[in-house]
């Protein structure tokens, strides 16, 4: 397959210890030697340009993997530097390394607002002491508590310096916003009212970047102008534009749940669906003497134009690279391999940012496509159909199934999810799509014409209402989704090599790939029925943090009480509670109030106290009566919630206990008073408000 046409892919050879050095630097990062390897990276380059020039004199073509080596140590090197050069905590101009009052912020991305809040990221120009300016750098996220704010991309800001880093997750399994914002360069953050800043200047970011926005916005009120249903307006905002902050949730998890979800980010698909219908409607101009270089022109700058409508989004921009490379490549070249494109592309984006390689979307788009290109013609291989239409349907079955199969370990590893219809959903929304997608552009580019604006408008909307339906019927059919797929790094590795494995004897016959792959799949077999035993053998207590609301699990086995003041449907719940439920995993689960009692094998609560197994815990939530118990109520944690007042005096005359627990629904007085009294009497207590949840086990 690859190893036959090592010399047609030669980009491709070479991007793999270029991406080694990226991914080592990324979990091993070493600032402190990077002198060290600036020095070896130079010595290195040196010693080949010499071999190079001394090639013919020392007979080195007998040993011609001593280049090899070397290219691939520079190459190595080089991606190690530039993830080291490219981290902003590095450069010494770090707006934390300074001393400030205040800081001039340049708003850098698309404001929204969501909840009242309006968030957006800013980098820093200028940090302001004592009247003092000295420029700087880095990027903060923002979020301003005000609904009424007109603020822009491009706005200068004048802001205090207050910010704190990113919180890391509090709770186990729970999303690790702290990570996904690092790999974007981004470890600080800062919450700001009204009136603590000030706007300086406007129009201050990237013209292209900035006109792209603004062009954007005005095509979406376009959208609103002849479109009723609000669903439509934000499929279609999302679908063409890639604007998608109007999607709602319910929208959202249809296409995640029937494995469509790709169709809601715009990417290469669309691109390539645009590449199409101009290579179609253009080729005419082969016949011509310099037809194809216009036509390549002219394919190329409306692809660009068409990023920017979408906001120069980073999916549409990598599409954009790779197919004016391909457009390129066509035009001056008799043959050219999709692959070594697809890999010249990801070398140019991962030289002008390493942390692209840390993307889900960059990870997804990329083997979606390496799934195309070289596994699709051999699922397509599968069956033969001599009917055309029979022969395309099954064509267009293989594009699915090759992608799927290809992004299946990556995507359960982060969603932790299966479609299992996604055959037949991605085979249905071929067509809404591409008429979604031309209805729209012609409506958006054409000026405003009373009969033709309205008629587009009307298919693009009822295109999309139609396939909103039918992904939402599919969603709700019998076992539609195989959900709570949790797999360790390990795991989803041992499904890549079985996938390339199998696919490779498909290729070459070879009985030992059959061998290998069936070595790897005992392997997964035992790792997965491990991690299960283990799971349904752990009993333990799991006091969650999820500031004013409450959650205790007490998991016994497969099965949970969650004691909380959230229903199952919350967006609490489902953030911060459920993707622990899911990774322990539990598959029985009761939800239970504080004020409810309960009595099974091994739980029971009484009021506010509770045995679990060998254990027992009182929940504290108001001030305990003026009589002490006699004797003291032994427990082994007291759990305070709902600011009872109670001072640590009075708990001690009524309980015997080991721990005590605070949670975020008490005041930060409060809580700073029983901290103060717990340390005077050495007694052990842990705070759950801004830290980390606590876990016990209790066998």
């Given at each position: 397959?690859?190893?036959?046409?090592?010399?047609?892919?030669?980009?491709?050879?070479?991007?793999?210890?270029?991406?080694?050095?990226?991914?080592?630097?990324?979990?091993?990062?070493?600032?402190?030697?990077?002198?060290?390897?600036?020095?070896?990276?130079?010595?290195?380059?040196?010693?080949?340009?010499?071999?190079?020039?001394?090639?013919?004199?020392?007979?080195?073509?007998?040993?011609?993997?001593?280049?090899?080596?070397?290219?691939?140590?520079?190459?190595?090197?080089?991606?190690?530097?530039?993830?080291?050069?490219?981290?902003?905590?590095?450069?010494?101009?770090?707006?934390?390394?300074?001393?400030?009052?205040?800081?001039?912020?340049?708003?850098?991305?698309?404001?929204?607002?969501?909840?009242?809040?309006?968030?957006?990221?800013?980098?820093?120009?200028?940090?302001?002491?004592?009247?003092?300016?000295?420029?700087?750098?880095?990027?903060?996220?923002?979020?301003?508590?005000?609904?009424?704010?007109?603020?822009?991309?491009?706005?200068?800001?004048?802001?205090?310096?207050?910010?704190?880093?990113?919180?890391?997750?509090?709770?186990?399994?729970?999303?690790?916003?702290?990570?996904?914002?690092?790999?974007?360069?981004?470890?600080?953050?800062?919450?700001?009212?009204?009136?603590?800043?000030?706007?300086?200047?406007?129009?201050?970011?990237?013209?292209?970047?900035?006109?792209?926005?603004?062009?954007?916005?005005?095509?979406?009120?376009?959208?609103?102008?002849?479109?009723?249903?609000?669903?439509?307006?934000?499929?279609?905002?999302?679908?063409?534009?890639?604007?998608?902050?109007?999607?709602?949730?319910?929208?959202?998890?249809?296409?995640?749940?029937?494995?469509?979800?790709?169709?809601?980010?715009?990417?290469?698909?669309?691109?390539?669906?645009?590449?199409?219908?101009?290579?179609?409607?253009?080729?005419?101009?082969?016949?011509f003497k310099y037809g194809k270089l216009l036509k390549a022109i002219i394919i190329i700058l409306i692809i660009w134009y068409y990023s920017l409508l979408s906001g120069f989004s980073p999916a549409v921009?990598?599409?954009?690279?790779?197919?004016?490379?391909?457009?390129?490549?066509?035009?001056?070249?008799?043959?050219?391999?999709?692959?070594?494109?697809?890999?010249?592309?990801?070398?140019?984006?991962?030289?002008?940012?390493?942390?692209?390689?840390?993307?889900?979307?960059?990870?997804?788009?990329?083997?979606?496509?390496?799934?195309?290109?070289?596994?699709?013609?051999?699922?397509?291989?599968?069956?033969?159909?001599?009917?055309?239409?029979?022969?395309?349907?099954?064509?267009?079955?293989?594009?699915?199934?090759?992608?799927?199969?290809?992004?299946?370990?990556?995507?359960?590893?982060?969603?932790?999810?299966?479609?299992?219809?996604?055959?037949?959903?991605?085979?249905?929304?071929?067509?809404?799509?591409?008429?979604?997608?031309?209805?729209?552009?012609?409506?958006?580019?054409?000026?405003?014409?009373?009969?033709?604006?309205?008629?587009?408008?009307?298919?693009?909307?009822?295109?999309?209402?139609?396939?909103?339906?039918?992904?939402?019927?599919?969603?709700?059919?019998?076992?539609?989704?195989?959900?709570?797929?949790?797999?360790?790094?390990?795991?989803?590795?041992?499904?890549?090599?079985?996938?390339?494995?199998?696919?490779?004897?498909?290729?070459?016959?070879?009985?030992?790939?059959?061998?290998?792959?069936?070595?790897?799949?005992?392997?997964?077999?035992?790792?997965?029925?491990?991690?299960?035993?283990?799971?349904?053998?752990?009993?333990?207590?799991?006091?969650?943090?999820?500031?004013?609301?409450?959650?205790?699990?007490?998991?016994?086995?497969?099965?949970?009480?969650?004691?909380?003041?959230?229903?199952?449907?919350?967006?609490?719940?489902?953030?911060?509670?459920?993707?622990?439920?899911?990774?322990?995993?539990?598959?029985?689960?009761?939800?239970?109030?504080?004020?409810?009692?309960?009595?099974?094998?091994?739980?029971?609560?009484?009021?506010?106290?509770?045995?679990?197994?060998?254990?027992?815990?009182?929940?504290?939530?108001?001030?305990?009566?003026?009589?002490?118990?006699?004797?003291?109520?032994?427990?082994?944690?007291?759990?305070?919630?709902?600011?009872?007042?109670?001072?640590?005096?009075?708990?001690?005359?009524?309980?015997?206990?080991?721990?005590?627990?605070?949670?975020?629904?008490?005041?930060?007085?409060?809580?700073?008073?029983?901290?103060?009294?717990?340390?005077?009497?050495?007694?052990?207590?842990?705070?759950?408000?801004?830290?980390?949840?606590?876990?016990?086990?209790?066998?």
């Amino acid at each position: 397959m690859i190893a036959n046409h090592k010399g047609e892919i030669p980009f491709l050879i070479l991007l793999l210890p270029f991406i080694l050095g990226i991914g080592l630097a990324i979990n091993l990062p070493a600032a402190s030697f990077i002198n060290l390897l600036i020095g070896s990276f130079f010595i290195v380059g040196l010693v080949f340009i010499i071999l190079n020039l001394t090639y013919t004199r020392l007979g080195l073509y007998k040993f011609r993997w001593i280049g090899g080596i070397l290219i691939t140590f520079i190459l190595f090197l080089s991606g190690y530097i530039s993830v080291i050069k490219n981290n902003e905590l590095n450069n010494k101009r770090h707006f934390s390394k300074a001393q400030a009052q205040y800081l001039i912020v340049k708003i850098s991305n698309e404001p929204s607002l969501k909840n009242g809040w309006l968030r957006f990221t800013a980098e820093v120009e200028e940090t302001v002491n004592n009247g003092k300016k000295a420029q700087s750098t880095g990027t903060l996220i923002l979020s301003l508590k005000d609904n009424t704010s007109d603020l822009t991309y491009g706005d200068e800001l004048l802001i205090p310096a207050k910010y704190t880093t990113v919180n890391q997750p509090f709770n186990p399994a729970e999303f690790n916003y702290k990570r996904y914002l690092a790999n974007q360069n981004i470890y600080y953050q800062a919450f700001l009212f009204p009136k603590q800043y000030e706007l300086l200047a406007t129009g201050k970011g990237n013209v292209i970047i900035g006109y792209s926005l603004q062009l954007r916005q005005r095509l979406i009120e376009k959208l609103k102008r002849n479109m009723r249903d609000t669903n439509a307006i934000a499929v279609a905002s999302t679908l063409i534009l890639g604007y998608k902050a109007d999607l709602s949730n319910d929208v959202l998890q249809a296409y995640s749940k029937t494995g469509t979800v790709h169709v809601l980010s715009v990417s290469g698909a669309h691109v390539a669906v645009i590449y199409i219908l101009l290579a179609f409607a253009l080729g005419f101009l082969n016949r011509f003497k310099y037809g194809k270089l216009l036509k390549a022109i002219i394919i190329i700058l409306i692809i660009w134009y068409y990023s920017l409508l979408s906001g120069f989004s980073p999916a549409v921009c990598r599409a954009a690279v790779m197919i004016s490379m391909v457009v390129i490549g066509k035009t001056y070249s008799r043959y050219i391999n999709t692959l070594n494109i697809l890999a010249i592309s990801a070398f140019g984006l991962l030289l002008y940012n390493p942390l692209y390689i840390v993307d889900v979307g960059f990870q997804l788009s990329y083997l979606a496509v390496f799934g195309l290109i070289v596994f699709q013609p051999l699922v397509y291989n599968w069956l033969k159909f001599k009917n055309k239409l029979a022969d395309k349907l099954w064509a267009a079955c293989s594009v699915s199934i090759a992608a799927q199969v290809i992004t299946f370990p990556l995507s359960a590893f982060y969603f932790h999810q299966f479609p299992v219809y996604f055959l037949l959903s991605n085979l249905f929304i071929i067509i809404p799509t591409m008429v979604i997608m031309y209805s729209g552009i012609i409506y958006l580019l054409l000026p405003q014409i009373p009969f033709v604006s309205k008629a587009a408008a009307f298919v693009l909307e009822n295109s999309i209402l139609i396939m909103n339906k039918f992904l939402t019927w599919i969603e709700h059919l019998p076992f539609a989704s195989i959900s709570k797929i949790w797999l360790t790094t390990a795991e989803y590795l041992l499904l890549y090599v079985i996938i390339i494995s199998l696919f490779y004897f498909l290729y070459d016959k070879r009985s030992w790939l059959i061998k290998f792959s069936l070595v790897c799949t005992l392997l997964l077999c035992i790792s997965i029925s491990l991690k299960r035993i283990n799971a349904s053998n752990v009993n333990n207590i799991a006091w969650l943090n999820l500031n004013k609301h409450k959650a205790i699990v007490f998991k016994n086995g497969n099965a949970a009480i969650v004691l909380t003041d959230l229903k199952d449907t919350d967006k609490t719940y489902r953030y911060s509670v459920q993707p622990y439920l899911d990774s322990t995993q539990v598959s029985n689960t009761r939800l239970l109030t504080l004020s409810e009692n309960i009595k099974t094998l091994w739980m029971a609560k009484n009021n506010g106290l509770v045995q679990f197994l060998n254990i027992r815990m009182f929940l504290l939530n108001r001030q305990p009566d003026g009589d002490s118990l006699s004797p003291k109520l032994k427990t082994d944690y007291i759990y305070i919630t709902n600011n009872p007042r109670a001072s640590l005096t009075a708990v001690n005359h009524n309980f015997d206990y080991h721990l005590l627990i605070m949670d975020g629904s008490n005041s930060d007085a409060y809580i700073v008073k029983l901290k103060e009294e717990a340390k005077n009497k050495k007694i052990k207590y842990k705070i759950l408000k801004r830290n980390i949840s606590l876990v016990t086990v209790s066998n």
